[in-house]
């Protein structure tokens, strides 16, 4: 009996002290949250030194963590392992974070610094009047090339791809979307398109340039322009930008078809744990020097006027990276076409990336 008793005193006992670590690592854990804010974010995103600068200036600790795709992104923040204060998505994935309720109003009170954003980037369709998400960069999808290894050719129109002096030097970004929208576009359609004819017709095309296409690529892109293992490749402008500035011999077009105009905006998850933090980071982000030298640092375009204006003119006169607003007006803007619709421009990217291989 003795023994009975002394071992439930030592359960009760195991009890209390394990209740009691588990009470002090959950009040160490709300401290943490509420001096720490946890930002996810693109691969070389953000100028380092900004983050120690933010750091420095609010007293919060940031973790910095890097995603390489919208859905890679999403399905994390679904899952909800990590509590992320700020995320980065592009504006389709947006609207869908908006569908599935994974997303914070902003208080737009909070972030005086809204004032510097050029009003061409506010109160898109994707989020009217900026309920859930603040600009961050912009830019376009489009060509870079090496004029000194082509014959000519300034890709001001998508059928330029298809010049069979091209064989094996095309390299295409592997994405669904970018690439049936860049057949879309070559054939006059728009890059949304939902009607099975056009989706078809444009997959057929794109079998068509088999030929030309080199690999099927990601961020390897980059270096293999600069070291001119290729001649062309289909990019984003920032990462065109990037490469012209490591290789001077490099040109960059959008076809006068269409092409994808993209936005990727600060949000604040629904699971974030400091709001108050997250409003903060986004209004720093804002401020006019802060946006200048980020811009500076990752190469894309900024939509914070305040801070174009402290930028370098040759810079932002260069209409391949900031085109006009009546340029602007032949690009389009991914729209969130529904699981379904995505699944059929995955199932004809993937027949196409056989038909390459």
């Given amino acids: 009996m003795k023994e009975i008793t002394r071992a439930a005193i030592a359960i009760v006992v195991v009890c209390i002290v394990l209740f009691g670590v588990n009470r002090y690592l959950n ?3 709300g401290n943490a949250s509420s001096d720490t804010i946890t930002i996810f974010n693109w691969g070389e995103y953000i100028d380092p030194e ?17 995603f390489d795709s919208n859905e890679a992104m999403m399905t994390k923040i679904e899952q909800g392992g990590t509590s992320y204060d700020i995320a980065v998505p ?7 974070m908006k569908e599935n309720d994974l997303l914070l109003e902003i208080d737009h009170a909070q972030i005086p610094n809204l004032g510097n954003i050029d009003p061409y980037f506010l109160d898109l369709a994707f989020d009217p009047k900026n309920k859930y998400s603040i600009p961050y960069f912009w830019g376009t999808v489009g060509v ?6 082509l014959d000519g050719q300034t890709f001001d129109s998508w059928e330029s791809l298809w010049d069979p002096s091209l064989e094996g030097e095309v390299l295409l970004v592997d994405g669904a979307r ?30 068509e340039l ?11 892109v980059t270096q293999l322009m600069i070291n001119e293992e290729a001649s062309v490749a289909i990019t984003f402008s920032g990462q065109a930008a990037d490469m012209m500035w490591e290789n001077e011999s490099l040109d960059y077009a959008v076809p006068e078809e269409g092409s994808n105009l993209w936005f990727d905006n600060m949000v604040i998850p629904k699971t974030a744990a400091n709001i108050e933090g997250a409003h903060k980071f986004i209004n720093f982000m804002l401020d006019a ?4 030298q980020n811009a500076d640092y990752v190469g894309y375009s900024i939509p914070n006027a305040a801070a174009v204006e402290l930028m370098d003119e040759e810079v932002i006169a260069d209409e391949r990276f900031y085109p006009t607003e009546e340029a602007r007006e032949n690009l389009e803007v991914y729209k969130n076409l ?20």
Avoid at 90 to 96: F, H, N, Q, V
Avoid at 188 to 196: A, M, P, R, V
């Fill in 27 to 29: 009040q160490s854990a």
């Fill in 289 to 292: 020097e802060v946006a200048a």
């Fill in 144 to 149: 870079v090339f090496n004029p000194s290894l």
């Fill in 90 to 96: 592009s504006e389709y994935a947006i609207e869908k």
């Fill in 210 to 220: 088999t030929p030309n296409v080199k690999a099927i690529i990601g961020d390897e």
């Fill in 338 to 357: 529904g699981l379904e619709m995505l699944g059929t421009y995955n199932e004809l990217f993937l027949e196409f990336k056989m038909s390459a291989n």
């Fill in 178 to 207: 970018e690439i049936i929208g860049m057949g879309l576009n070559s054939l006059g359609y728009s890059l949304n398109s939902t009607d099975e004819k056009e989706l078809l017709e444009a997959t057929a095309k794109l079998k």
């Fill in 50 to 66: 900004l983050i120690t600068q933010f750091e420095e200036e609010s007293g919060y600790r940031v973790v910095y963590e890097t």
